[in-house]
């Protein structure tokens, strides 16, 4: 009775158990890779949100501060005055591994039409000399996991 009852049990065999570990090791081997893809994507946006906070940061404390104070100290004081460029300084708490560089330009204002409004053609240029108008550039740079080097930038203005 018990030789009778093995012989109809019905269970797998182990050419079909191992077709069925090779067709699910065949699927899963390109989820993997797609994961390892999303955290890498995921890893590169942090890293490009921090840059551009540190950015905005910069470019805040700047707009924040007196016209004379941004022309002779800023970022650092007696550091930086137009038309040089301030070394990579490493970025503040919070933003290891990052640097940012402080770029400042005396420039021209458009000119502006007879009613007062400025003239939509023209563009702000770079003047040879002193106004009341600096143009700030705040780039951010960091290296990624790869070794690449990525940069972010932004610009703003402030006026006397």
Do not use: E, I, R
């Given at each position: 009775m018990i030789r009778r009852n093995m012989r109809e049990e019905a269970g797998y065999s182990l050419v079909e158990v191992m077709f069925a570990i090779m067709l699910l090791t065949i699927a899963l081997l390109p989820m993997v890779g797609m994961f390892d893809m999303g955290i890498n994507s995921a890893t590169q946006s942090s890293q490009y949100e921090k840059a551009r906070a540190l950015a905005n940061l910069k470019m805040e404390e700047a707009k924040s501060l007196s016209f004379t104070a941004v022309r002779d100290n800023f970022p650092l004081g007696?550091?930086?005055?137009?038309?040089?460029?301030v070394n990579w300084i490493n970025g503040p708490g919070g933003f290891t591994g990052f640097q940012y560089r402080v770029e400042k330009?005396?420039?021209?204002?458009?000119?502006?039409?007879?009613?007062?409004?400025?003239?939509?053609t023209q563009t702000f240029t770079e003047s040879g000399t002193a106004t009341g108008l600096i143009r700030i550039k705040v780039a951010v740079q960091w290296?990624?996991?790869?070794?690449?080097?990525y940069q972010y930038s932004t610009l703003g203005l402030v006026t006397a």
């Open positions: 007696g550091n930086g005055t137009p038309y040089t460029t330009h005396y420039m021209s204002q458009p000119p502006t039409g007879q009613d007062g409004p400025v003239d939509p290296l990624a996991d790869d070794g690449s080097t």
